[in-house]
């Protein structure tokens, strides 16, 4: 298993101001994800965090937006950049172990006002 | 249409009531997850199964490959089981596909 801690758990912020959430797993894991849950959606993958490499976007999400960093196999942190309303949600990252199962981290609430 | 459909959306039940959610989906997989996530955003995950059934104390998860079908059912369910239970499958390049959720209310 892996134990996943994010912070800020939870933060309010402006409009045109950036955020950055950290994320940390107590083991090496291969694979971290970063997603997003909208108030009352379900959970929607923003990207895979690549160790030493640039990460993979899915479609909708962009670089520019949502800057990703994964220095080593252990932490990865997510920007939400010039933030506006629309992007308070939660974010979550995830560990992806070898045999497919994911662990999640316990989240991050963003109010954007 | 959705990969993973999750039925139903919203579920009120009494304390002690056998529960039961229902998941379809329609890629290939090769593993289900049942997930709990509780009012403060944190997910937990309570199974992870590619077939037959499992069993976690008062928690059961079925799946049936062949039909792309899974249930979780709670027995003797309690005040605490309140969550939203979703479900998600691991499809091709182990990308998680998730439902939409079902918040379950279990009054006492």
């Known amino acids: 298993s892996a134990v996943i801690s994010q912070k800020p758990s939870r933060d309010i912020c402006q409009r045109g101001t950036s955020l950055t959430i950290q994320c940390q797993v107590d083991?090496?894991?291969?694979?971290m994800f970063w997603y997003r849950q909208q108030p009352g959606q379900s959970l929607t993958l923003i990207a895979t965090?690549?160790?030493?490499?640039?990460?993979?976007?899915e479609s909708g999400f962009v670089i520019d937006k949502f800057p990703i960093s994964r220095p080593n196999l252990t932490f990865s942190t997510l920007t939400v950049s010039n933030m506006s309303p629309e992007d308070s949600s939660i974010y979550l990252c995830?560990?992806?172990?070898?045999?497919?199962?994911?662990?999640f981290g316990p989240g991050t609430r963003l109010t954007v006002l | 249409k959705n990969e993973v459909e999750q039925s139903p959306q919203n579920l009120t039940a009494q304390e002690g009531e056998f529960i039961t959610i229902n998941c379809s989906y329609s890629v290939g997989i090769s593993a289900l997850h049942w997930l709990q996530q509780h009012p403060g955003g944190g997910i937990v995950s309570l199974f992870m199964?590619?077939?037959g059934k499992k069993k976690h104390g008062r928690l059961i998860a079925t799946i049936n490959i062949q039909e792309k079908h899974s249930s979780l059912h709670i027995t003797a369910s309690h005040p605490r089981d309140s969550a939203v239970y979703i479900c998600?499958?691991?499809?091709?390049?182990?990308?998680?596909?998730f439902g939409s959720g079902t918040k379950l209310n279990v009054k006492p």
């Open positions: 965090a690549n160790q030493g490499s640039e990460a993979t976007y």
């Open positions: 995830s560990a992806g172990l070898a045999g497919g199962e994911q662990f």
């Open positions: 083991s090496q894991v291969t694979m």
């Open positions: 998600a499958v691991t499809g091709n390049f182990n990308k998680f596909y």
């Open positions: 199964l590619s077939s």
